[in-house]
């Protein structure tokens, strides 16, 4: 199936290290994500990555690689392309990539990351990623000792050259055009040994792709093995800014250091729906500082997803509750199947009605018969009720079938309606897995206990609410469960005798096709008083 035509639960906007992170933990979660890429990494210019605690000197492209194929192994997908911009509807976001493809995702991570806008110095940017730096985290340790040239960008120049001073004794400032540091700055440069290099920076020197300094305006070099910068971060928010994401200045100590999409600290921004991580929100996110964030966001967004499918399963489980006991909704279920029932009586009647002296029968539910039937060629005179026209046309067909039409007496009818209520005339009433919610169930069984005759029978058959740890495929209503002591304790005290209260164990398949035992509410009580002769 074309990428175009398929929906996900998460659309992820960059394969970089938080996007990564962040589809892998979705994945894990057993959603299903799509991670859209156009393949322009923040690191790519660099060589080995640092501080990413077990893969440490590890080549950028290695890692991504790597997270890529754990990614994949989880049964992610990636789709190489830009994402161009998105809109939200009722169902999620539809994405547009380039050449007009659409993509949908219920929720989105943004991690698009970056750029870093450099100085306005020849060849800096060529050089850009290694023996041009920012980050003493990122690149500190490799450039330990050696001649670094901090050059003033902005208010934050003289703290990163005291940062760099913690890794070589041979720092200095250069100023490209700066005032010069005065007072209290000054005298911490003096302190550290930091000398202050006056002048505009006309170029970089280099030979044999290495640096060897720079060249001041008039001709002056000074020698250098490596250049520091503080370039401004903008953050890549061209496809946020298409959901009303607007870009915000990031300040640090009241400095601004460029831009961000504004989010929580989980990720989650001011468009319901919407994620980021990594470098689009934090310009200061290391690789380890983004993949981490994109763990966290990927799990907010599970869990925010996991809300949204347990309101959906509420409103459907209420819905079906309201409806699946209803004439139209029974209808429907015969009109969908020839036969619904496997044609045999359950069980249970068979055993405790087997030796019961005949008499009047209401068999309640009927279904398509197989109940009424048994009991008639045993001799009963039933009178078979069913909310389901359908079904009921199905029963007498079976009954003529059998030689016993004329022993039984098939009813539409609805005994949970005042109405319908039967009289107390059977000698044995059947009710087999008649299962509705709690209020309408007591109402329906103390209806039917009032409608065994002094000296007759109650039987009631259900799915026993223990079975619902065993997986064992019935439809999981735990309200509609019950037990027979639930029953028995519907009947008036002193009019009843119980003769069986238990949950009967019967074999059965769970749905991989392994036996089990399962449990089946067994109630069978006798009304006191003399039979009717």
Not at 120 to 135: I, S
Not at 139 to 150: A, M, P, S
Not at 341 to 348: A, D
Request: glycine content about 12%.
């Amino acid at each position: 199936m074309a990428v175009e035509e398929q929906d996900y639960d998460v659309v992820v906007i960059g394969g970089g290290a938080a996007g990564l992170s962040g589809a892998l933990a979705l994945a894990r979660s057993r959603r299903s994500v799509l991670v859209v890429d156009s393949g322009e990494p923040r690191n790519a210019p660099a060589g080995h990555m640092h501080n990413v605690l077990g893969r440490d000197g590890v080549p950028p492209g290695e890692l991504l690689a790597a997270g890529r194929a754990e990614v994949e192994g989880y049964g992610a997908r990636f789709e190489p392309a830009r994402a161009e911009s998105a809109v939200k509807d009722e169902d999620g976001f539809r994405v547009t990539l380039e050449g007009g493809r659409v993509v949908r995702g219920r929720r989105l991570l943004v991690t698009t990351g970056l750029v870093d806008e450099l100085p306005q110095v020849p060849g800096l940017a060529d050089r850009w990623g290694r023996d041009v730096a920012h980050c003493p985290y990122c690149h500190g340790w490799e450039l330990r000792d050696q001649r670094i040239g901090v050059i003033v960008s902005g208010p934050m120049s003289v703290h990163q050259a005291q940062m760099w001073r913690q890794l070589s004794d041979r720092v200095m400032l250069l100023l490209n055009g700066s005032a010069e540091p005065a007072g209290e700055k000054a005298e911490e440069l003096a302190a550290r040994g930091i000398p202050v290099v006056p002048g505009v920076i006309e170029a970089l020197e280099t030979g044999d792709d290495r640096l060897t300094g720079v060249r001041l305006a008039g001709g002056h070099v000074v020698g250098l093995d490596a250049i520091v910068v503080g370039p401004r971060f903008a953050a890549r928010s061209g496809f946020a800014e298409s959901l009303g994401l607007k870009a915000a200045e990031f300040e640090m100590h009241g400095i601004s250091l460029g831009s961000r999409i504004p989010a929580d600290e989980m990720g989650a921004t001011s468009v319901p729906g919407v994620w980021v991580a990594g470098n689009v929100t934090n310009l200061g996110a290391t690789v380890g500082v983004a993949m981490a964030a994109g763990q966290t966001a990927g799990a907010a967004i599970n869990m925010d997803l996991i809300a949204e499918d347990t309101r959906v399963a509420v409103a459907g489980y209420r819905d079906r509750i309201a409806t699946m006991f209803e004439e139209n909704a029974w209808e429907d279920r015969y009109r969908g199947k020839d036969a619904i029932w496997s044609g045999r009586p359950n069980p249970v009647l068979v055993t405790e009605a087997t030796g019961l002296d005949t008499g009047r029968a209401l068999d309640v539910g009927c279904g398509e018969g197989a109940d009424a039937v048994w009991l008639a060629r045993q001799g009963w005179q039933v009178t078979a009720v069913d909310i389901s026209t359908v079904a009921l046309g199905r029963a007498a067909g079976h009954a003529q079938e059998a030689g016993v039409g004329d022993r039984i007496t098939f009813r539409h009818t609805d005994l949970r309606s005042e109405q319908d209520q039967p009289i107390a005339e059977y000698d044995l009433v059947s009710a087999q897995f008649m299962h509705l919610p709690p209020d309408a169930r007591r109402e329906l069984y103390t209806r039917l206990a009032g409608a065994v005759a002094p000296g007759g029978i109650l039987l009631v058959a259900g799915h026993h609410p223990r079975d619902l740890a065993g997986f064992v495929g019935r439809m999981h209503f735990p309200d509609m469960l019950f037990t027979p002591e639930e029953i028995a304790g519907l009947l008036t005290p002193g009019q009843w005798e119980i003769v069986t209260a238990e949950a009967r164990p019967r074999p059965g398949r769970d749905p991989e096709g392994n036996e089990i035992t399962m449990h089946d509410a067994v109630l069978v009580a006798r009304r006191t008083g003399p039979k009717k002769g």
